[in-house]
């Protein structure tokens, strides 16, 4: 069974940075697609950045490009959002997503991807 499994969340003052990290056991992530969606308290999900064909291509939503960076390290079978520069606006529990494929164009369909983490918890304090 395919089940990401993110860590790397925390609680943050505004203007800080944080790592998330997303591991698939079991699976090459190399042959992945993977993305982070979000969601918090009363809105609905949110594509945030995807990564695929072998980590070489990305795509991210309009709200966080130019401060966040998702990245995958393959000789460790991981991927990561890197988050810079974060707002309040960024507090949500945060998800990785992933399909079987090499993607050759990532993006934020949520349809796209079959299997979900269980999710880590943003928050930015103002």
């Known amino acids: 069974q395919v089940q990401p499994v993110e860590s790397g969340g925390g609680s943050v003052q505004a203007g800080g940075s944080l790592r998330l990290s997303c591991a698939v056991p079991g699976y090459n992530i190399r042959g992945m697609c993977t993305a982070w969606f979000r969601q918090a308290p009363g809105k609905e999900r949110e594509g945030v950045a995807a990564i695929g064909f072998g980590g070489s291509r990305t795509h991210y939503a309009d709200s966080v490009t130019g401060r966040f960076t998702i990245s995958q390290d393959n000789d460790k079978n991981t991927m990561y959002l890197q988050m810079n520069s974060l707002k309040p606006e960024d507090t949500a529990m945060y998800y990785c997503?992933?399909?079987?494929?090499?993607?050759?164009?990532?993006?934020?369909?949520?349809?796209?991807?079959?299997?979900w983490g269980k999710g880590t918890q943003v928050t930015v304090s103002s």
């Open positions: 997503a992933a399909s079987i494929g090499l993607c050759s164009t990532p993006d934020l369909a949520a349809k796209r991807y079959l299997y």
